[in-house]
């Protein structure tokens, strides 16, 4: 007899949620308006920002694009799809079905775990072979021209991207961890977005206050903006250690607390 609720079935469901497709057709439409914005409002000319160095060529228009994503979008994305699935089946009442399926209560919450950081590692893939095409339509085919003079070739760029999108989403995922450790104890699915992008929030204001001095090192997105580093000709590589150590520990703790809570909560949902 086959097992319920396998991966492929639940990745199924979850690709049929109307939130899944809005969350793909937001990331597509969002290069189009920044390649808008920029059109409307002309280039900047004699900066050395990554903003002003985007419309140089396909590789800088992807890393702006990680820019100012980085830390809202994909942090709304992976709280999503990580937080959403367990509230949004109670909030059906058809998470008590699932259980007599039967279906044990810790596979069914790596079932949709997994989904959910898969849908969320999607996301962030599509967002960057997106932008890549259509920084290379509209700005043309060039790679990465670094602020300090220079360039890296293609394979460099690529790889260096491909490196900065899994540090971005890895460093996302204390707080995807937070909003699932929430969703398992809510019914109100934006209870535990609503939970993360809070928790980044009071982070992000936290990090900013130089009496906390070395305090801060321990904040989940202390070192969010790490990968930068990677965009220059000797690539700060070490300097993102502490910030992959930092987010798998926070991520662990808040995924064994929801393990931990839903493998005794009462299911009335």
């Known amino acids: 007899m086959s097992r319920p609720l ?3 079935v639940e990745a199924a469901r979850q690709v049929r949620r109307p939130r899944t497709r809005w969350t793909f057709l937001i990331l597509l439409v969002l290069p189009l308006l920044v390649v808008a914005a920029f059109a409307v409002g002309g280039d900047d000319e004699g900066g050395q920002s990554f903003s002003d160095l985007a419309t140089e060529g396909s590789g800088n228009f992807a890393v702006f694009m990680l820019l100012v994503s980085a830390d809202l979008l994909i942090l709304i994305v992976a709280a999503l799809f990580v937080g959403d699935s367990i509230p949004a089946e109670a909030s059906w009442s058809s998470l008590r079905y699932l259980l007599t399926a039967p279906v044990p209560r810790s596979r069914l919450l790596t079932s949709k775990l997994l989904v959910g950081l898969g849908s969320a590692a999607l ?4 967002l960057l072979v997106w932008v890549l095409l259509v920084g290379g339509l509209f700005y043309g085919w060039d ?3 670094l602020r300090a003079g220079g360039e890296l070739d293609w394979p460099t760029t690529l790889a260096r991207l491909g490196v900065a999108g899994a540090y971005i989403l890895l460093a996302q995922l204390p707080f ?3 909003a699932f450790w929430v969703g398992v104890r ?4 934006l209870g535990a977005v609503g939970a993360a992008v ?7 204001i936290l990090d900013a206050l130089p009496a906390l001095g070395e305090w801060r090192r321990g904040l989940p997105n202390h070192y ?5 580093g990677l965009f220059s000709q000797d690539a700060d590589w070490a300097g993102l250690l502490p910030g992959v150590l930092w987010a798998l520990l926070y991520t662990v703790v ?3 607390l929801a393990y931990r809570h839903f493998n005794r909560k009462d299911i009335l949902s």
């Open 6 to 8: 396998t991966l492929p």
């Open 123 to 126: 996301a962030v893939t599509v």
């Open 143 to 145: 790679p990465l021209n």
């Open 176 to 178: 995807a961890a937070l």
């Open 186 to 189: 809510t019914d109100a699915p």
């Open 198 to 204: 809070i928790a980044a929030i009071v982070s992000s």
């Open 224 to 228: 969010s903006r790490q990968w930068v």
């Open 254 to 256: 808040f995924l064994a």
